[in-house]
């Protein structure tokens, strides 16, 4: 009779090959995430099948990790205002903490043939849309989440190209400004008619937030 697969041990293996990657890269051989995961390369191969299937498993994984930490950075907080959620998330992705995950996905969006993920360009684009219009809703301006994503998307994508974080970083709080005006009007407007099973809220003071993370959809 043989072996019976054992599910935490390839979830555990998943989550070092995840580890693996995000720290040096998708490799091209099993070596690595065999070395990384404490594994034999047979051993991989029973689990995940080929090399091609664990990738692209990893890369899922990857992916719900970042939609998770992002999606938390960018959701409203009663007690900031939203523009300074968009600060301080801009600053995390960017940073260490973030900047692996760019640094996978942008790869894997600028690959023409898009193998292991076919679709990964329009979807890298359309899974951030909502999480955006959600947080610019809150304050009454969900048609201006698109403008916000490809400003996001267009200055990270400089950032890859150029490696000059502070011109992002000084473009992004620029931006940031701009939209002040037009969504400090939306949410007064929002205060000042206030649904009738919704109390009006207060807004908080808007501040700047500290750099999380300087160097470094």
Known sequence: MGRHKQPEIRD?????????????GLPDRLEPFAAASGASTRMLIYHFGTRDAL????????????????????????????????????????GPVGRPYLSMFGKLRENAEQQLWPGFRREATTDWLQPFEDGMRSIGRPELGTLVLAVVRGLIMDI??????????????????ALAPVTTRASRVVLAE?????????????GRPANVASPGV
């Open 160 to 177: 890859e190209a150029t490696g000059d974080v502070s011109r992002a970083d000084q473009a992004f709080d620029d931006f940031l400004a």
């Open 194 to 206: 206030p649904a009738a099973d919704t109390p009006p809220v207060t807004p908080s003071r808007p």
């Open 55 to 94: 990738l692209r498993e990893t890369l899922g994984r990857a992916r719900r990790r970042q939609r998770d930490f992002f999606g938390e950075l960018l959701s409203p907080r009663p007690d900031e205002p939203y523009l300074s959620t968009l600060r301080r998330a801009w600053r995390v992705m960017t």
């Open 12 to 24: 555990r293996i998943l989550d070092a090959c995840v580890d693996h990657a995000l720290t040096h």
